[in-house]
T-cell receptor
Framework: GNSVTQMEGPVTLSEEAFLTINCTYT??????LFWYVQYPGEGLQLLLK?????DKGSNKGFEATYRKETTSFHLEKGSVQVSDSAVYFC???????????FGAGTRLFVKA | DTGVSQDPRHKITKRGQNVTFRCDPI?????LYWYRQTLGQGPEFLTY????????KSRLLSDRFSAERPKGSFSTLEIQRTEQGDSAMYLC?????????????FGEGSWLTVV
């Protein structure tokens, strides 16, 4: 079946630290991959996406590269800010499909 | 450009009561989804509409749950005879058939607390 596995949180970093949140997936077809972010009390916002192998999605200083050989889509940011504190969800949708499958989420705390 | 809107944002109800949530998708989007999210978990798929047709329902959607999208625009999700286990955030999302990569866009969610 199709599934997404993320590293467990919470992840606690100091401001300006480097961030990596690991995400691996299992898919029966050719998925599109996504990172969504959820701030407290709010819905999910699309952060970035990649639709094919070796694509790099980027937004607001965050990046993730679609690695087919390792079935991974790790989220990185070079220098985090307090305002990046949120829950981050890795997700996939199979090409031609409609159901988006989410990981359990990774909570990030950034300290000033 | 308006996003996906949901109403109400918060609902507290007594066990056994019925509740209804409304979702207005992005206007040009013909696909609409309902997800449920509990604390510490990712969203779980409940159901999917393409235009007015409900094309898939998750086994999570018991007989007490019903969703409609009568004119292919807004959608409602009704929960009958609510139980405490129904307490969660109900998320609506929409997408366009023409959207590459199947990106879905979420609303702010409707929090349900059953007491």
């Amino acid at each position: 079946g199709n599934s997404v596995t993320q590293m467990e949180g919470p992840v606690t970093l100091s401001e300006e630290a480097f961030l990596t949140i690991n995400c691996t997936y299992t898919a029966t077809g050719y998925p599109s991959l996504f990172w969504y972010v959820q701030y407290p009390g709010e819905g999910l916002q699309l952060l970035l996406k990649a639709t094919k192998a070796d694509d790099k999605g980027s937004n607001k200083g965050f990046e993730a590269t679609y690695r087919k050989e390792t079935t991974s889509f790790h989220l990185e940011k070079g220098s985090v800010q307090v305002s990046d504190s949120a829950v981050y969800f890795c997700a996939l949708t199979i090409a031609g499909g409609f159901k988006t499958i989410f990981g359990a989420g990774t909570r990030l705390f950034v300290k000033a | 450009d308006t996003g996906v809107s949901q109403d109400p944002r918060h609902k507290i109800t007594k066990r056994g009561q019925n509740v209804t949530f409304r979702c207005d998708p992005i206007s040009e989007h013909n696909r609409l989804y309902w997800y449920r999210q509990t604390l510490g978990q990712g969203p779980e798929f409940l159901t999917y509409f393409q235009n007015e047709a409900q094309l898939e329902k998750s086994r999570l959607l018991s007989d007490r749950f019903s969703a409609e999208r009568p004119k292919g625009s807004f959608s409602t999700l009704e929960i009958q005879r609510t139980e405490q286990g129904d307490s969660a955030m109900y998320l609506c999302a929409s997408s366009s058939l023409m959207n590459s990569g199947n990106t879905i866009y979420f609303g702010e969610g409707s929090w349900l607390t059953v007491v």
